[in-house]
């Protein structure tokens, strides 16, 4: 079984610049998560999507990140304009998404690696 | 809101010594899993715990949640240079929740 796919591995830009990740999820998972995980932190959460509708984005600073998941599979995170701050991996998850079940191992991807300058 | 602390945040261990990690919660868990991460890629999951007293092993690591389910251990037994990497614990938010939030870290070297 195929795994959570994410890209691109790495992105180095300057700040002020946009930058779109992309992240396909277990084949028949329902849930799909962005995390941001700083150097030395564990994963925050930034978004929760279950098919294409939004569960939890209150951690997305919704001024410069945006998320979308129009089909219900794979996903896009966006970032515009960046800043040093956001220097980060970037991870998403996938879980099946029981509709109310929770308790669900999350499946992370490779995740990708942002660097600002 | 809930906080996971992990202990020790960094472990340097011989190959063959078995160790182990913590992680407290500030509340009752509901659902406490273990990821390992190698540095810049993603997590692996380890395993998961939701009852008080349960444990788990998967080869030679065992993950055990207390019976008041405000901690959990890892631990390594005869620890082998492919044992490195960060270890990370992740608890449930809520009851009916599958947001997790996650602890710290805590980074694994097994030199030789």
């Known amino acids: 079984e195929a795994g959570v796919a994410q890209s691109p591995r790495y992105k180095i830009i300057e700040k002020r610049q946009s930058v779109a990740f992309w992240c396909n999820p277990i084949?028949?998972?329902?849930?799909l998560y962005w995390y941001q995980q700083i150097l030395g932190q564990g994963p925050k959460l930034l978004i929760q999507?279950?098919?294409?509708?939004?569960?939890?984005d209150s951690q997305l600073p919704k001024d410069r990140f945006s998320a979308e998941r129009l089909k219900g599979v794979d996903s896009t995170l966006k970032i515009q304009p960046a800043k040093l701050e956001d220097s980060a991996v970037y991870l998403c998850?996938?879980?099946?998404?029981?509709?109310?079940?929770?308790?669900?191992?999350?499946?992370f991807g490779p995740g990708t690696r942002l660097l600002v300058l | 809101s809930q906080e996971l602390e992990q202990s020790p945040q960094s472990l340097i261990v011989q190959e063959g010594k078995n160790l182990t990690i913590n992680c407290t919660s500030s509340?009752?868990?509901?659902?406490l899993y273990w990821y390992k991460q190698k540095y810049g890629e993603g997590l692996i999951f380890l395993m998961m715990?939701?009852?008080?007293?349960e444990e788990k092993s998967h080869e030679k690591i065992t993950a055990k949640l207390d019976e008041k389910k405000q901690q959990s251990s890892l631990h390594i037994t005869a620890s082998q240079p492919s044992h490195a990497g960060i270890y990370l614990c992740?608890?449930?938010?809520?009851?009916?929740?599958?947001?997790?939030?996650f602890g710290t870290g805590t980074r694994l070297q097994v030199f030789p």
């Open positions: 998850a996938s879980s099946e998404g029981t509709q109310g079940r929770n308790q669900e191992t999350q499946y």
């Open positions: 509340k009752t868990l509901y659902g």
């Open positions: 715990l939701q009852k008080g007293g």
């Open positions: 992740g608890a449930d938010a809520s009851y009916n929740t599958d947001k997790l939030i």
């Open positions: 084949s028949g998972h329902a849930t």
């Open positions: 999507f279950q098919n294409n509708g939004v569960v939890d």
